[in-house]
C-alpha cells in the first residue's frame, strides 16, 4: 500500500528519533545536527536540544516533541501514576494539528495484579469513566476517559512489573 506524506514523516521523525538515542553517545552537539538534518530532508524545520541527562526537546513546524525521566510538567493532577514505581522515559507531543499526547513507561516491585487494582479503583474514585479492562495471566489493560482526555495503561508482570501509560488530550 501507498504510504501517505504525513504517514512518511511520522515514521521518518519516528526513525530518527530512534537514530538519535543511539547517536546520543556522540555527543549532544553531533545528535543535535544529525536529528536537525534528518527532519529538514523530509521537508521540516527542526530544533533539537538534547540534554547531557538524555532528555530531549524538538520544535518542528509540526509541533514540539519532548522526552526525559521524569512526568512531564503539564501531565494532569487527576491522571494518576502509580506512586511505588521508578519511571524510566516519558515523552510528550504537542502537535499542530491532532490532539496532544504523553506517555510514560515506569516499573516496579509490586505484584502485575496490586497496580492493575490500583488503576481501576483509582480510577473508579477519581470520576474516570471505564473502557475498557483486560486481563490475560499477568498481563492487563485498562482504559479510562474524563472530560476530553482518554487514559489507557498497559501492566506486565515478571521479575519486576512494567507500566506504561499512554495519556490523550483534546
Known amino acids: 500500500s501507498v504510504l501517505s506524506s ?12 530512534i537514530g538519535l538515542l543511539v547517536l546520543s553517545a556522540c555527543g549532544n ?11 529538514e530532508q523530509n ?13 530531549m526537546h524538538i520544535e518542528t513546524d ?22 511505588d514505581a521508578t519511571i524510566l522515559f ?4 504537542n502537535p499542530v494539528t491532532g490532539a496532544a499526547g504523553m506517555a510514560v513507561t515506569m516499573t516496579s516491585n509490586d505484584a502485575a495484579l496490586t497496580v492493575y487494582d490500583y488503576y481501576l479503583n483509582t480510577f473508579k474514585n477519581d470520576g474516570w469513566t471505564l473502557v475498557t479492562k483486560t486481563e490475560m495471566g499477568n ?14 495503561v498497559m501492566i506486565s508482570g515478571g ?12
Not at 504525513?6 to 528519533?17: D, G, I, N, P, Q
Not at 545528535?31 to 538534518?37: A, K, P, Q
Not at 521537508?43 to 532528555?55: F, L, M, Q
Open 6 to 17: 504525513s504517514r512518511m514523516k511520522t515514521l521518518s521523525l519516528t526513525s530518527s528519533l
Open 29 to 39: 552537539a553531533v545528535s543535535e545536527t544529525m536529528m536537525e538534518n534528518a527532519i
Open 43 to 55: 521537508g521540516g524545520n527542526a530544533d533539537v536540544d538534547v540534554k547531557a541527562d538524555g532528555t
Open 62 to 83: 509540526e509541533g514540539t516533541y519532548k522526552t526525559g525521566k521524569e512526568l512531564p510538567e503539564d501531565w494532569p493532577k487527576d491522571a494518576p501514576v502509580y506512586a
Open 90 to 93: 516519558t515523552g510528550s507531543s
Open 139 to 152: 498481563a492487563y489493560m485498562v482504559s479510562a476517559t474524563k472530560d476530553t482526555r482518554a487514559m489507557s
Open 159 to 170: 521479575e519486576e512489573t512494567s507500566i506504561t501509560m499512554g495519556l490523550e488530550l483534546e
